[in-house]
């Protein structure tokens, strides 16, 4: 895996939702500097760019090979995508005159593979784990305090109408991802929502560090 290309990486947070990637963005943008905006999708979004279906005999369709067939290399896309999101946190770190930026995006652990295509070895990831049945029941509480599922939900519960199992299930999937990521980029830590909260200073001294 190539290093980061800049001199300070952005910091991307990844974890199941509800895991305390709110709690970390939160910490993270009180550094002086370190800017962590709120929720901006941007992520999520690029990620959903590089969508693709698949059809018989291996047909792929989708914008990276639409536009190769128009002449544009692959690299190239996804550099540009990369540069576009970028330089809005470019922007926004110095809007707020900070020298870095963090981003975190609510359920960004469920475009894993978009954003680690597009992102692997341009940033540094801080990757959140926390207990599968604590995850469940706090992501239960969101929807039914909300009165509503987001798109990345409506799969599991069509395939488990139990709500609990629904999110017990998409907790699985993205936290196998986000540990797959951790263990395999030299470039991510990881850390545990119980160590965080149980000793604040020594998890947080181990993760500047690393930055």
Known sequence: MSAPTRDKPGVVVLGSPRSGTTLLRRLLDAHPNIACPPETYLLNAAARFLHEDRFAAGLRIGVVDGLCFAGFEEDEILARLRAMVFGFLDDYAA?????????????????????????????????????????????????????????????????????????????????????????????????????????????????????
């Open 95 to 211: 809007r707020v005159g900070k020298p870095r930026w963090a981003e975190k995006t609510a359920f960004g652990a469920f475009h894993i593979g978009g954003i680690r295509r597009l992102f692997e070895g341009h940033v540094k990831f801080v990757c959140i784990h926390r207990h599968g049945l604590d995850v469940a029941a706090s992501l239960f509480d969101l929807v039914n305090k909300t009165g509503g599922y987001v798109d990345e939900l409506h799969d599991y519960l069509r395939r488990f109408p139990d709500p609990l199992e629904a999110m017990a299930r998409a907790w699985v999937d993205t936290a196998t991802a986000v540990a797959d990521l951790a263990d395999e980029d030299e470039h991510a830590i990881s850390l545990r929502y119980e160590d965080l909260t149980a000793d604040p200073l020594r998890e947080f001294s181990r993760m500047f560090e690393f930055l």
